[in-house]
């Protein structure tokens, strides 16, 4: 009830994004520039591990406006003994975030663990996930299947960026064409 009646005395648009790593650092990055333009009042971003060699990284999204969402108050000492400002812990967040994004591989771990008992509170909350995270939700591809978001789906599984290129290929070359077959081979290189 309490976290209701937060939402309730709060109409801001929170965005949560969850992970920091390959997908999550430049996402939070273009969402901090493009803030005014997706009508995001607050970005907060979620860290799971207090790490010294990454301190420059989240400095600069904290600098950059996003705040910094840690699991509890265990690991705020930890994150502020690296000289972190820790702005609020995971609960907390979940409880004022409109949409929520996981970056992380453990997309569906942490739907169990966190996003399903946070729906139940708020049922106005969407959460996103990356597209390893099979059985997220619905899958969805930009410009490809809009039809199927419906306001009803509290969770969404953006498509690999493979799965968006290869529709892509089959809508462009398969316009007018009926029972067109395709064999893909992607071939993905290595950091």
Do not use: W
């Not at 409109?98 to 909350?125: H, M, R």
């Not at 809009?146 to 290869?166: A, G």
């Amino acid at each position: 009830i309490t976290s209701r009646i937060l939402r309730a005395m709060s109409n801001k648009n929170v965005v949560l994004v969850v992970g920091t790593g390959t997908i999550g650092e430049p996402l939070i990055g273009l969402l901090t520039a493009l803030r005014e333009k997706c009508n995001i009042d607050e970005l907060l971003f979620y860290k799971r591990t207090p790490l010294l060699h990454e301190v420059s990284k989240v400095e600069s999204l904290c600098r950059r406006g996003a705040k910094l969402v840690v699991q509890n108050d265990e690991l705020r000492e930890e994150f502020e003994e690296l000289g972190h400002s820790v702005y609020t812990t995971l609960d907390k967040a979940l409880a004022t975030s409109k949409v929520v994004i996981d970056c992380t591989p453990a997309g569906n771990a942490n739907k169990q663990l966190f996003y399903e008992q946070s729906l139940e509170a708020n049922s106005d909350q969407l959460f996103i996930a990356q597209g390893s995270e099979k059985g997220f939700g619905v899958p969805y591809a930009l410009g490809i299947n809009d039809k199927v978001l419906k306001k009803e789906h509290s969770f969404v599984q953006i498509v690999s960026c493979n799965t968006h290129t290869i529709a892509r290929l089959i809508l462009a070359l398969g316009r007018g064409s009926r029972g067109m077959v395709g064999d893909f081979v992607c071939i993905r290189r290595a950091n």
